[in-house]
């Protein structure tokens, strides 16, 4: 381990390189105390190249890196966490140049520990589910891209199981449902899972249908990667929105 006193000297180009190859640990909590010795705006610039790895395992590291690396710089420096979530809306901004990976999941889990940034900003991740509407205010930032809405509906699951009470305020349960018909398994199985995180009896009949669907989908959770069915995942669903 780099000692202390050594990232003080280092480039910003050394500790990119340090942090992305710390982010093939495969213990999450170990990989988050290896980071605690560099400065958090240093290792967050970094961990934008982790969010959009093609390695699977890097990348949702990543995603969980920087929901901790963000909510330590929001206690040095508020508004400097403020520049970091403009920074992933405009990445999903046609205006950017570029397409956003890792975006949505990442802000979900900067807004799953920092409860001010979630004040501030869930009402922006919610509108990527929303079209935009015709009357006044309607201004919604629908994702098409099936990929982007998997981050996303990962995000809202996320979002569910820890800011629960601000997700329903902001009306998410309504704009969950429209993706259990989506032509993508993973889209399915992730929506199902948000709307059972939740815990709002919304579709259930559709929730029920989706009980033998057995396209597989890849779920992180607490460090670790796992590969449910979408039907697994919806007879999941149905017991918690059962049991809340």
Known sequence: MVLLYETKQMSTRKIKK???????SPELEVL??????????????????????SDELVRWHAVSCMGVMVSRLADEDFEEARIIMRRLLWSLNDESGGIGWGAPETMAEIMSQQEQLAWEYAHMLISYMREDGEELLQDGNFL?????????????????????????????????????????????????RAIGLLGEPVQLAEIKAL?????????????????????????QALQRIGSS
């Open 211 to 235: 009980a033998d669907d057995r396209n597989i989908v890849r779920i992180y959770e607490q460090g670790k990667l796992y590969s449910l069915s979408v039907g697994e995942l919806a007879r």
């Open 144 to 192: 098409e891209h099936e990929t982007l809405q998997q981050g996303l509906l990962w995000g809202a699951g996320r979002l569910a199981r820890t800011r629960r009470q601000l997700m329903l305020e902001k009306g998410m349960a309504d704009d969950l449902p429209p993706y259990l018909q989506s032509g993508d398994g993973s889209v399915r199985g992730l929506a199902v």
């Open 18 to 24: 340090q942090v992305l190859s710390l982010l093939k």
């Open 32 to 53: 988050l105390g290896n980071l605690e010795q560099y400065p958090a705006k240093a290792v967050i610039n970094a961990l934008f190249s982790g969010i959009c790895c």
